[in-house]
């Protein structure tokens, strides 16, 4: 029997170690922390709302232990602003199947406690490098699956693969109870996304809790310096959502009373920070020489604003685990991690990143074809503006079907002759929406956005 260690019990971490051990492997997860600890002690490192083509690998492994109607989350209700408190272009599309957010503390205890009743090894301590040695000298293949930690840094940074230098947007996440869960005229439960071209982004997400059930995620993703800008220095969550709740007054005071009541999930139900968006060589070389790969944010970390680091993390796991089990006696040896990272990178990864880049970058000639062509999307009718809104929605998903048209003119026209749309009919039909909405505003009127406000 072969045998495998992995650091880390996040999402990649624990999907990887349930994954090889329903392939046969011999399995060693190696925490820093209990499932008790990530319950009561840990903050969650992200939203993680994962999307059905990731959630399938949580069915194949029997560890979709959420799947109920409370946590399906259908679909997205946007609205994109050039300025604050001026909804411009709202888009309500539906997604395929449900996508969940389930607090990934919940989750990492929970698959901890199925791992252990499955036959794996737990072992709780931190892992430093020599320790790390010591336990890839003990096992066949060894995985580090840290998350952006310290180990992480073993993987040389890929230059040519990691666009940006630096983090793109400053983030706060917040975790509330006391939100309804759902917003007047919006037929599903989405996440609703408000979309400022200077500010940033913030987003709602709908989000199963380790205590409390159905609650929200609060992310604001600011640009530095703009009127977004207001977490730096809150010292804890009820500060961090006191300036949360001033920002959506000043900024979406649409969604203001339905933020008013919000208090915070639990004390660790918060985060401030930046994440540098990169990704890595899959060959962590030790003192002893010995090579060990990586998973999950390790070698691949993403910013929030696409929600796509644990989809992207699921996936990997998925190609690891098989790639693993295809490999028969031959030994784990650094032109097998080359390969099997490659493989994910060509078929997966890159789509992923680049969708998520486009995300952080200024809407596009060819994005604005698609947003202005989908305007009068419901969320309930079959037209063609929604079929487009549905597309940009399934996106999310399954960044291979459309992430062209965001950046391409001739792309972006084929999503809209796909949907049934005509040239620029379609484009000039939504412009009128939208200046109809503009022109009520002017006036102190709501715009009356389609199943927005
Ligand atoms: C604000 C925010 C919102 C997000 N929203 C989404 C979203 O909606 N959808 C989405 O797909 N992604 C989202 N992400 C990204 C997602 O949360 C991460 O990609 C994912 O959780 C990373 O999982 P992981 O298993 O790779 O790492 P982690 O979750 O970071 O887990 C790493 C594990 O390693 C352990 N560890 C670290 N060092 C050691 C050590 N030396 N020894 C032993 N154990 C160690 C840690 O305790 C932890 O268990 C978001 C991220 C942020 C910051």
């Given at each position: 029997m072969r045998s495998a260690a992995i650091i880390g019990t996040g999402i990649a971490g624990m999907l990887t170690a349930h994954g090889l051990l329903k392939k046969g492997f011999r399995v060693t997860v190696y925490s820093d922390r209990t499932g008790e600890q990530w319950l009561t002690q840990s903050k969650p490192?992200?939203?993680?709302?994962?999307?059905d083509r990731s959630l399938r690998f949580d069915r194949e492994l029997g560890?979709?232990?959420?799947?109920?109607p409370e946590t399906a989350m259908q679909g997205v209700s946007l609205a994109f602003c050039?300025?604050?408190?001026?909804?411009l272009v709202t888009l309500t599309g539906r997604i395929q199947a449900p996508c969940r957010a389930i607090d990934v503390r919940l989750l990492s205890a929970r698959w901890m406690q199925d791992f252990v009743e499955r036959g794996g090894r737990l072992v709780i301590e931190p892992v430093d490098l020599a320790r790390l040695d010591q336990i890839a000298s003990e096992h066949d293949l060894t995985i580090v699956?840290?998350?952006?930690?310290?180990?992480?840094?073993l993987f040389p940074r890929n230059e040519e693969r990691?666009?940006?230098?630096?983090?793109?947007r400053k983030l706060c996440l917040l975790v509330t109870r006391g939100g309804r869960m759902g917003f007047d005229r919006v037929p599903f439960l989405p996440v609703r996304f408000n979309l400022f071209a200077t500010a940033g982004e913030a987003f709602w997400v709908p989000f199963w809790h380790k205590d409390h059930g159905p609650t929200w995620n609060l992310l604001f993703e600011a640009k530095p310096?703009?009127?977004?800008?207001?977490?730096?220095?809150?010292?804890s969550g009820e500060e961090a959502l006191a300036v949360a709740k001033k920002v959506i007054r000043e900024l979406?005071?649409?969604?203001a009373d339905w933020a008013e009541p919000m208090t915070l999930?639990?004390?660790?139900g918060w985060l401030i920070g930046a994440v540098p968006p990169g990704v890595r060589a899959p060959v962590g070389r030790l003192p002893s020489g010995r090579v060990v790969t990586g998973v999950g944010d390790t070698l691949m970390s993403l910013d929030p604003i696409g929600g796509q680091g644990a989809n992207n993390g699921t996936r990997m796991a998925r190609n690891l685990v098989e790639a693993a089990a295809a490999r028969g006696d031959a030994p784990f040896d650094a032109a097998w991690m080359e390969s099997t990272f490659e493989q994910y990178w060509r078929e997966e990864g890159s789509h992923i990143v680049r969708f998520n880049n486009i995300l952080l970058e200024p809407l596009s000639a060819a994005g604005r074809s698609m947003l202005l062509s989908q305007y009068?999307?419901?969320?309930?009718s079959d037209t063609p503006a929604q079929r487009i809104a549905d597309q940009v929605a399934e996106n999310f998903n399954d960044?291979?079907?459309?992430?062209?048209g965001f950046v391409d003119d001739a792309a972006a026209r084929k999503v809209i002759a796909g949907a049934g749309g005509r040239w620029p009919w379609s484009f000039m039909r939504g412009g009128l929406g939208v200046a109809r909405g503009q022109a009520r505003q002017a006036v102190g009127?709501?715009?009356?956005h389609p199943a927005h406000v």
């Open positions: 490192t992200g939203t993680a709302a994962r999307f560890l979709n232990h959420w799947d109920r050039l300025k604050p408190r001026n909804p699956a840290a998350g952006r930690a310290q180990l992480a840094q990691s666009v940006y230098s630096g983090p793109q310096g703009g009127p977004m800008d207001q977490f730096d220095g809150c010292k979406c005071p649409w969604d999930a639990d004390p660790h009068g999307s419901d969320g309930l960044p291979h079907l459309i992430t062209d009127l709501q715009p009356r």
